[in-house]
């Protein structure tokens, strides 16, 4: 007999020049003949937003997960560029006994040079670790990565914005030796939004996309 809970605790605050959320989830697993398979799985989100100054404003946001089997993240998606990673391959259901730990962070800082323009720089990484993988390790693969933007926003009509964004980042992929690799992902996007009715909207989006990669071990051949 298996019993599940999950509660959750959240917290929230509002001024003038702050808003906060911040939540926490734990989710239980209680199995009631095989205590010794007991386990609990956590998820937190920040969400921070703070107004420095009339024409500055500063973000925060992380996620934090730490449970027991692969699971799909309870935390949402990362942020995703240049093509698929090797951690697409890892299976998502995987031994009770698998401990993943996740974490990623941003930072963003937003410039309004005018009711119409604006600047948004942003940067922060995200991580995810695998242990006790029940002899899978192979399958899953542990990552890490950093990442920096540039966003420049135009609102040319009331209802039509312009942007253009460049991003960069690094990304690195491990698994038990087996597998190293890491990447470097130069992206440029322009993007046009226009709302056509109250109830309608209509965006396109496209850009270059440069991909490096720095390295690679020899063993990868096999089993691919």
Do not use: W
């Amino acid at each position: 007999m298996l019993f599940r809970s999950s509660p959750h605790l959240g917290a929230s605050r509002q001024t003038k020049n702050l808003a906060l959320n911040f939540n926490y989830t734990p989710f239980f697993l209680l199995y009631r003949q095989f205590s010794k398979f007991d386990r609990l799985n956590q998820s937190a989100n920040l969400d921070l937003t703070f107004h420095l100054a009339p024409r500055f404003t500063m973000g925060l946001q992380d996620t934090f997960g730490y449970r027991y089997g692969a699971y799909p993240s309870l935390n949402g998606a990362p942020i995703l560029s240049g093509p698929t990673s090797p951690t697409d391959l890892n299976q998502l259901l995987s031994p009770f006994t698998t401990r993943t730990l996740s974490n990623s962070s941003g930072l963003d800082l937003t410039f309004e040079k005018s009711p119409r323009t604006s600047f948004t720089f942003s940067g922060g990484y995200n991580l995810s670790r695998y242990a006790n993988t029940g002899g899978i390790s192979a399958s899953l693969y542990d990552s890490k990565g950093e990442f920096g933007s540039v966003n420049f926003n135009y609102k040319a009509t009331k209802h039509t914005s312009l942007s253009l964004s460049v991003l960069h980042q690094d990304s690195t992929y491990q698994s038990g030796g087996v597998f190293d690799e890491r990447t470097q992902t130069e992206s440029a996007v322009f993007s046009v939004e226009s709302r056509l009715s109250p109830t309608l909207s209509v965006t396109a989006n496209g850009g270059p996309q440069y991909v490096h990669l720095l390295g690679q071990s020899s063993g990868l051949g096999e089993g691919f």
